[in-house]
């Protein structure tokens, strides 16, 4: 169990570029918090064609249109982050197979110095935003 609490400061520590962000709030079970089986929404999305990213983008919007404002832009970066992570695809049979774990455990972060994504520079479009992420991949700042 992560010690990872509201008001810690974090960081994305395999990013090149960790940045710094403060933990405004976290959920340790999404799949009651979406109503979700993650599960079996994962093998129905995966069990036919390969999807490029419009066709998952709309199957996700399509899911999140019943769920109240509330929760509607969270379900939306939680689901999005499983279903874009949380895959082998498998280049012999062109399927996806789902990994063996599944973050079922998330937190929001405002970004204060943002992190990079594939370069050695910050991401700008992170500064100063909340952003959901799988708590397994932050960390407590020292």
Not at 41 to 50: D, Q, R
Not at 54 to 81: C, G, W, Y
Not at 115 to 139: A, F, G, H, I, M
Request: charged letters at 25%; hydrophobic letters at 35%.
């Amino acid at each position: 169990m992560s010690k990872l609490k509201k008001g810690n400061l974090v960081h994305l520590y395999r990013r090149k570029v960790s940045g710094t962000g403060i933990l405004l709030k976290r959920i340790t079970d999404v799949e009651a918090f979406l109503n979700l089986n993650i599960e079996n929404y994962l093998t129905e999305l995966w069990s036919g064609e390969p999807l490029n990213w419009p066709e998952s983008q709309t199957e996700i919007e399509q899911l999140i249109s019943n769920f109240d404002a509330v929760r509607r832009d969270p379900a939306k970066q939680m689901i999005q982050h499983i279903v874009n992570h949380c895959y082998k695809y498998d280049f012999v049979t062109k399927t996806r197979k789902k990994k063996s774990s599944v973050p079922n455990d998330f937190s929001l972060v405002i970004w204060t110095q943002a992190p990079s994504e594939y370069t050695d520079t910050s991401t700008v479009y992170y500064k100063n935003k909340q952003v959901w992420y799988p708590t397994n991949w932050l960390k407590i700042k020292k």
